[in-house]
């Protein structure tokens, strides 16, 4: 029979072991694909080729900020450090990502062009994790960071749909369709 006690302390090592994967598993995830951006296919000079193509303006300076921080972002959350603004990170990549490229494809990711599915995804884990904060096995709890709850939550929405809404006003300048 277990006790309160026993039970509390496999709830709470629970708790700690999903956010750890959860951030772990991401975290490269979201790292991995920046680094593509720069060193895979048609490394950075194929992705501004591709920024460009959807009609976003400095294409090379977006492709480079957007491999950045999807590298940054990605390893900050994989280590649970300043975990929020990570999350911003993540979420400001999936916002433009779906708009200026998914949201047209329908929902499914294997959808022609890749559907909104995947970005919603990710964007929906980085606003839970700026809400519960890394939990106890990362950097963050190491440092005394406690930017969780509605504070990790407006960190993620003002800095992550914010940037992403700023970035598209500033660059994005689609094509006009027939």
Known sequence: MLTEATNEMFNVTGLNLG????????GLTLASHGLNKIFGGGKIAGTTGWFASMG???????AWLAALTEI???FLLAIG?????AA??????????????????????????GGIEYVVVLAAVGFGLGCTGA?????DHAMKIHWSGTTGLI????????????????????????
Not at 88 to 113: D, L, P, Q, Y
């Open 81 to 85: 450090l300043v975990t929020p603004l």
């Open 88 to 113: 911003a990170g993540m979420v400001a990549i999936m916002v433009v990502a779906g708009i200026t490229t998914h949201r047209k494809n329908g929902w499914f990711i294997f959808n022609a062009g």
């Open 19 to 26: 956010l750890l994967i959860i951030r772990v598993v991401i």
């Open 135 to 139: 939990g106890e096995w990362s950097v």
């Open 56 to 62: 976003m303006k400095l294409p090379f300076v977006n």
């Open 155 to 178: 960190i993620v929405a003002v800095a992550g749909v914010g940037g992403a809404l700023l970035q598209l006003l500033t660059f994005w300048r689609p094509a006009k369709t027939a």
């Open 72 to 74: 940054g972002a990605g």
